[in-house]
């Protein structure tokens, strides 16, 4: 199957470790251009390597996604390498497990407005080209309750948000959708270190799966790739769980 993204220039944001990352290497392997920011400047420049090695252009830059003006900087500073947008994949997530005042500042600025500010940004340059894709990572924990609650309720604004900004943008051929990750383990990750010092709640998890067993940032990046290819050109306004069968709701 021809996805026709060859050429095609990619922003994703926390780009260098897990989803982000596997959806930069899916996308450059098929012949797209990417832009990807992250904290860490260890992580980001083995990523560089990594895509370059893919033949595209690779553009990086450290970067706290919850600092307005150095997310601006880092936005304006792809479109001036480039020359233009195609796809924005919001992924940067601050993680937060609990209910502190902190946990709730941090989801907000960073899982949402970020993903706000990035998206009212590339907007302006994906209607000049006439098209665009925009995707966001929420979570099932955005469809669900019970989870941890700053980070459950900044993913569902994502998915709300995502729908609002699907139909306004339709008419300028600019497709939004949102997908919804289960559980995914990967080195570094959240999970596995659920699996080191929380062994019965990593069990637990395995056992809500329909599939038995946590996903991978691969299977996530090969669903992403697809979503913002022309093969999904009918595609827009949806969120898709991917999760094993772990989310059960009729809604």
């Known amino acids: 199957m021809d996805l026709q993204l060859k050429g095609k ?19 450059a392997e098929e012949g797209v251009n990417i ?10 420049q083995k990523t560089k390597n990594e895509l370059l090695e893919k033949g595209v252009k690779v553009f990086t830059q450290t970067c706290d996604v919850g600092d307005s003006e150095q997310f ?10 480039f020359g233009s947008v195609d796809i924005l994949v919001n992924n940067a997530s601050a ?19 970020a993903s706000v500010r990035a998206t009212k940004k590339v907007v302006p340059w994906m209607s000049e080209s006439g098209s665009g894709n925009i995707l966001f990572i929420s979570s099932v924990s955005g469809l669900e309750s019970g989870s941890p609650p700053a980070y459950a309720a900044a993913k569902a604004a994502l998915i709300s948000y995502s729908k609002t900004m699907a ?17 995914i383990e990967f080195e570094g990750g959240l999970w596995e270190m659920i699996k080191e010092n929380n062994r019965p709640f990593y069990d637990m998890a395995i056992d809500a799966s ?3 067993r946590l996903g991978t940032p691969d299977e996530i990046a090969k669903v ?18 991917i999760d094993g069968g772990s989310h059960k709701s009729n809604l």
């Open 9 to 27: 220039n990619a922003i994703i944001t926390g780009g260098s470790k897990g989803i982000g990352k596997s959806i930069a290497l899916h996308l």
């Open 95 to 113: 993680l937060t497990m609990g209910d502190e005042y902190q946990d709730w500042e941090a989801s907000l600025q960073i899982d949402l407005m």
């Open 167 to 183: 139909v306004q943008l339709a008419p300028q051929h600019i497709r939004v959708n949102t997908i919804a990750p289960g559980a």
């Open 210 to 212: 329909p599939l038995g």
């Open 35 to 44: 832009a990807i920011c992250a904290r860490g400047k260890e992580a980001l």
């Open 224 to 241: 992403a790739t697809f979503l913002v290819s022309s093969c999904a050109s009918l595609v827009t306004g949806t969120c898709l769980a």
């Open 72 to 81: 601006n900087l880092f936005l304006t500073a792809v479109k001036n390498e």
